[in-house]
């Protein structure tokens, strides 16, 4: 769960993050008595005061510049509404109310915010702003920016937030520096932590400004960089804001070290690669298994003026896969949406394509306690009786399999299965094609905004072919891609549904049936179910964690048995390449790889840079 601009990038890889607030709500300490940070556990790893995040280098090198580069384009600095293509890198210009921990889960500490005290009834929250806090233009940051920058997301954003911010009722300015946030219920446990995520922006710098549009000059923000300069579509600048109001912060402290960064955008995948190797690109992470394989043996890793790196992480997977969407026809029942997946050979691909690097997913909240696996068994199955009759028979009769297959390449059972089950959806080979009961064959696209997308599409449109059905792959830019995803104007699509240990309000923006109606959001595949709706509600106001967890089971296996996607496959690693110029803590994190903690080396930098140049 985050409040940062939503973009392309932020959507594909991981860009929502959850959080919640379970134990720690429960504990008296939170009523009435002011904190300096929150976490599901009851117990902050850091006190009040701490002088920097233990992952971080408090005596890292300030200075130098760094070239990054991305695969798409950009046509405004707004990311927070519908209009227009944010460049991704814009968050780095913003502050939050808390800041997240990298190395401990749900947890952030203050901010902008100094504390936070929950009321003792639990139906609200008081942030106290610090006084110090300032917009780069030298305006203290105020309770007004926080309320208005609120109200203004929820009225004019994107449709997350509406659903992030369904159960507030109220914010109320009650001081320069204090503002509160008024809640619905005593049970969405997991409100204050959202709210500490919140971006606060300039009520003053947007005044005459038309916010539900797409930005095309730099924004004001508070954040320890400032858009420099810019070429629309193709590059930004970030400065590092020498006078910082919170670089001495232990939030802060040991982060944001380069002095500039530079991100070109590419239209291409291909052309990216060969400009990192060329050593216009100082760092990139990797997600294409093939390259990782086979496209760094060049000349400067092997003389070590490039590095590859494994960062292990310890972070729940989520769900990536084909998603259906649901709202076209071709789509409209589980048994056809069954049969894409037994069609679908993860075998074949991950040898073939993937060098065997990757594991299948086999649950919307894989790498982590949360997934369900076998039946549903004590309290799950109890909870799941409720929705008998509203949820698949299967849920309670059938463990959720993927097929498996011998990776040969001819999947022979698979498209056996796959017929069976589109026979008893009403469709039928007719003269080699699989038509409906009115002789009209089976055809729908594939959407992807990446060329290097097509050889994992291809092959299966291919698979797909032999039933008869007739489906085509179609690349795009990514522009034309978030447009055409954000109206749900598509068939099948690539996407990556993001979870965390302790799921939330963000689920609703997932799965529940006013999102699947919000354009712009992120219920892709068009989910809507009331027992679905329910599920949700009893994931956001789990009482504790035991409850939640037993929540979160239930609503996984009734979404892994409505197959509203054909799942992928998953990495616990981040894979990245760098140009031998950096810096960077070496103790193992949580979250595997913290970029703002990384510094550039002026003795390496030295050294790379003038090897590079000689080439």
Known sequence: MSTFPVTMEGRKIVRFLAAALL??????????????????????????????????NPDATKGGEIALGTVGTFDSFNGFVMRGVAAGEIGRIYDTLLRDSADEASTA??????????AADRRAVTVELRP?????????ITAEDVAWTFNTLREQGRPQYKQYYADITAVTVTSPTSVTFSFRTAENR???????????????WWAGRDFSRALTEAPLGSGPYRLESFELGRSTVMARVPDYWARDLGTSKGMFNFDRIRTEYYRDSTVAMQAFKAGKIDF?????????????????????????????????????????????????DPRVRRAMAEVFDFEWTNRNLFFGAYTRTQSYFSNSPLASSGLPEGAEKMLLERYRGKIPESVFTEPFRLPVTDGSGNNRDGLRAALTLLKQAGWDVKERKLVDAQGRQMSFEILVDDPSFERIATPYSQWLQRLGAEVRVRTVDAAQYQRLTDAFDFDMTMMVIPQSEFPGNEQREYFSCDSAK????????????????????????????????TATRALDRVLLHGWYAVPNWHLGAIWAAFWDRFGYPKTPIRTGLAFDTWWVDPARAAATDAARMAN
């Not at 997991?190 to 003053?204: A, D, R, S």
């Open 23 to 56: 134990a720690l709500l429960c504990a008296p300490a939170w009523a009435q008595t002011p904190v300096h940070g929150i976490s599901m556990s009851g117990t902050l790893q850091l006190p009040a005061g701490f002088t920097h995040f233990p992952y971080a």
């Open 109 to 118: 500490y203050g901010h902008i915010a100094r504390s936070l005290t929950l």
């Open 132 to 140: 110090e806090a300032r917009f780069h233009d030298g305006h203290p």
């Open 190 to 204: 997991e409100l204050p932590l959202i709210l500490g995520q919140l971006v606060v922006l300039p009520k003053h």
């Open 284 to 332: 990139r992470r990797e997600n294409i298994s093939k390259n990782w394989a086979t496209a760094y043996d060049f000349p400067a890793v092997d003389k070590g003026l490039v590095k590859k790196e494994v960062f292990r992480h310890r972070l729940p997977t989520g769900m990536q896969g084909w998603m259906m969407n649901t709202r076209r026809p071709v789509f409209a």
């Open 518 to 549: 919000a354009d712009g959001s992120n219920n892709v595949a068009g989910v809507c179910s009331p027992a679905i709706d329910a599920l949700i509600d009893l994931v956001v106001n789990a009482p504790d964690r035991d409850s939640q967890i």
